[in-house]
């Protein structure tokens, strides 16, 4: 088992619609949890960062993190063309180790 | 703030050659950097973690000998592929620590995306 799985995709949707990006993980040790979105032939981007369980809001998007049920999520309201690409859920324990990634979720908004 | 800068962006190069990719912080100092390696619609997969001033540490199954990685300042850190063939053609990117808001994130680089022919 993967510690970190995330859906690949890909995932279509019309543009306004919202959207909701999913990891589960398995390792209780993480703390910190990260969205980033890629686009193609580009360096990931840091979108929300959230420490431990709760919810963080930022604009069109907003990050759950479920410690309970080791259940992160990304949702993105009005979702727009431009927000097409490829998003990572990432995570890391409090001891400052590497990141985990997921697999990404390669999202189409459809004009 | 906190941009890592990353060269070249896309490299071609002959198999048995080696190829170095730069990454520099601009704004901030990086006492770690870390490479990563990305092939088509997966994930990125961590090679290694390097500190200013010491030996980089390498995942499992990464060869130290063919990836070579020097990191003599705080806002420099390379990644050298040595006797390149076309299996290490990917898209690799190195990612810099950074504080935010009391805990600490991490920024990327754009990519370096490597052509073995």
């Known amino acids: 088992q993967k510690e970190v799985e995330q859906d690949p995709g890909p995932l279509s949707v019309p543009e306004g619609a919202i959207v909701s990006l999913n990891c589960t993980y398995s390792n209780s040790a993480f703390q910190y949890f990260m969205w980033y979105r890629q686009y193609s032939r580009k360096g990931p981007e840091l979108l929300m960062y959230?420490?431990?369980?709760g919810n963080k809001e930022d604009g069109r998007f907003t990050a759950q993190v479920d410690k309970s049920s080791k259940y992160i999520s990304l949702f993105i309201r009005d979702s727009q063309p431009s927000d097409s690409a490829t998003y990572l859920c990432?995570?890391?324990?409090?001891?400052?180790?590497?990141?985990?990634f997921g697999q990404g979720t390669e999202l189409s908004v459809k004009p | 703030g906190a941009v890592v800068s990353q060269h070249p962006s896309w490299v071609i190069c002959k198999s048995g050659t080696s190829v170095k990719i730069e990454c520099r912080s601009l704004?901030?100092?990086?006492?770690?950097m870390f490479w990563y390696r990305q092939f088509p619609k997966q994930s990125l997969m961590l090679m290694a973690t390097s500190n200013e001033g010491s030996k980089a540490t390498y995942e499992q199954g990464v060869e130290k000998d063919k990836f070579l990685i020097n990191h003599a300042s705080l806002t420099l850190s390379t990644l050298t592929v040595t006797s390149a063939h076309p299996e290490d053609s990917s898209f690799y990117i190195c990612?810099?620590?950074?504080?935010?808001?009391?805990?600490?994130?991490?920024?990327f680089g754009s990519g370096t995306r490597l052509t073995v022919v």
């Open positions: 990612s810099a620590r950074v504080p935010i808001g009391g805990g600490s994130g991490y920024t």
């Open positions: 959230t420490y431990s369980s």
């Open positions: 704004d901030f100092q990086a006492t770690t």
């Open positions: 990432a995570m890391r324990d409090n001891q400052g180790g590497k990141l985990i």
